[in-house]
């Protein structure tokens, strides 16, 4: 019977271990015991950028990199875009289960009854500059948020986690779009309840002179799949923040505001915006050869392409393009579309990104929907913050009560100078 354990041997000293294997891992302080002498530190791992470590067990998402599989608590994203809401689907994340029709209806009315914003934070957004980017000025009130709900500090209080959960999901889209109004300068427009959660923010963010806003239903659910297929994505960058922050006990809106700021990188939820900038600067077919040429040259990257995990076709890019289908059959073709999709084909040819297994990811077709759709290219890191603030919030839970978490705080390999004395300066050469 083989023994679930990995035996090493440290050639330093010739001393042997066995370390126990635990659902794939080994503990990285069982490589403590590992020692030169008594005394020192014994031996860690070196990871940086976390390449092949597990810093936590999760029950929230699931990715098989190279099968190309999401699963949101084992449901597949193909089924979930196709048949659930995103409220639903922030229901599950946060959860663990699908409701029940009471469950959802009490879930949506409170959700939908968290909508509005404090009067204050009209004042703070008025503050930002006419050409603030929506995204530092989302981040900034997401973090303004918790100066308004003091209570949100007791994060062991199951209560008022979940009244923060309510509002911080109710907010992001009143946040986003008051954002946007600023940007170019009409009248905020207030939530609508009567509207869906998506239908509510297009009101918000579109509503001009008319009394009432009527969204357009194709684009309503087109977006509500965007927000699903957007809503969790294991451990990356902005939700590593997210448990990094919330590690610490901060409330979270102050770590949701870290997360928000981590995603707003262009590695990360900012490539939606590099995309259309990059397939605008393309500008045609015939000079796609010449724009490839410069990637592999390492000029720069061809954003909305690779992942970390992915290692074969994002799932959701493969939904995203059908629903691009949908939408253009109500605003009519977003040009930029057959740019992309040329772009796609030499690129998937070609030995640079077959090799290296680069795949268009979510980010390579997000953008050319939220175009057709009339939103401004700098609003389309916020659509992403909005669609990932479930799964921000379920992996902040999550971590919260797992009793194995402690504050993040990794080790370095410590790279500088010695001890060394003070010298005064009159002494410096
Ligand atoms: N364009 C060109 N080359 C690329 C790209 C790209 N988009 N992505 C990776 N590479 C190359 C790297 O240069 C490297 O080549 P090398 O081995 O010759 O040095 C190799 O592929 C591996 O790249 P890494 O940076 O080591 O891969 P990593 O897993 O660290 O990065 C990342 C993943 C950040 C997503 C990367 O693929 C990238 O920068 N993509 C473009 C930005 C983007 O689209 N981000 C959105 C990701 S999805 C999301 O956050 C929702």
Redesign the pocket.
């Known amino acids: 019977m083989p023994k679930n354990t990995l035996s090493v041997t440290d050639n330093r000293t010739g001393k042997q271990y066995e370390l126990p294997i635990d659902s794939g891992t080994i503990r990285a302080v069982d490589l403590r015991q590992i020692k030169l002498a008594e005394g020192d530190q014994g031996l860690e791992t070196y990871d940086p950028?976390f390449l092949n470590t597990a810093a936590c067990r999760s029950a929230i998402s699931f990715i098989d990199g190279d099968k190309g599989i999401l699963r949101y608590r084992g449901y597949p994203i193909e089924q979930l875009a196709e048949r659930s809401t995103f409220l639903e689907s922030a229901y599950l994340l946060l959860n663990g289960e699908l409701p029940s029709a009471a469950e959802l209806d009490s879930w949506v009315f409170n959700i939908t009854h968290h909508t509005i914003v404090h009067e204050s934070i009209k004042k703070f957004i008025d503050g930002f500059h006419h050409d603030a980017h929506p995204m530092g000025m989302f981040v900034s009130t997401v973090a303004a948020l918790s100066t308004f709900y003091p209570e949100a500090k007791h994060i062991h209080d199951e209560t008022s986690r979940r009244n923060q959960i309510f509002r911080l999901i109710a907010k992001a889209p009143t946040l986003a779009a008051f954002a946007h109004r600023h940007s170019v300068g009409l009248p905020y427009a207030y939530p609508d309840n009567d509207l869906s959660y998506t239908g509510n923010f297009l009101n918000m963010m579109f509503k001009t002179t008319e009394v009432k806003y009527a969204p357009n239903k194709t684009l309503e659910r087109a977006l509500d799949v965007l927000l699903i297929l957007h809503a969790d994505h294991e451990q990356?960058c902005s939700t590593s923040a997210m448990r990094g922050v919330g590690s610490s006990h901060a409330d979270p809106y102050s770590a949701m505001a870290a997360a928000a700021a981590a995603l707003y990188g262009?590695?990360?939820?900012g490539?939606n915006e590099e995309v259309l900038k990059s397939l605008r600067e393309i500008g045609s077919k015939d000079r796609i050869p010449a724009y490839i040429d410069r990637?592999k040259r390492g000029e720069f990257?061809?954003?909305?392409?690779?992942?970390?995990i992915y290692k074969n076709y994002d799932p959701r890019a493969t939904i995203i393009k059908r629903i691009a289908e949908e939408v253009f059959d109500v605003t009519g073709k977003n040009p930029l579309i057959d740019i992309a999709v040329e772009l796609e084909r030499i690129a998937l040819q070609d030995d640079y990104f077959v090799s290296?297994k680069?795949y268009p990811?979510?980010?390579f077709y997000s953008g050319i929907i939220y175009e057709a759709m009339k939103f401004p290219i700098d609003m389309f890191p916020v659509l992403f913050a909005i669609g990932r603030t479930p799964g921000w919030l379920a992996q902040w839970q999550e971590m919260l009560l797992d009793k194995d978490q402690k504050i993040a705080r990794p080790r370095q390999i410590y790279t500088g100078p010695e001890k060394r004395d003070y010298v005064p300066i009159e002494h410096r050469g």
């Not at 262009?266 to 939820?269: E, M, S, Y």
């Not at 990257?301 to 970390?308: A, Q």
């Open positions: 950028g990356n262009p590695l990360h939820g490539a990637v990257r061809l954003f909305g392409f690779g992942h970390r290296r680069l990811n979510v980010d």
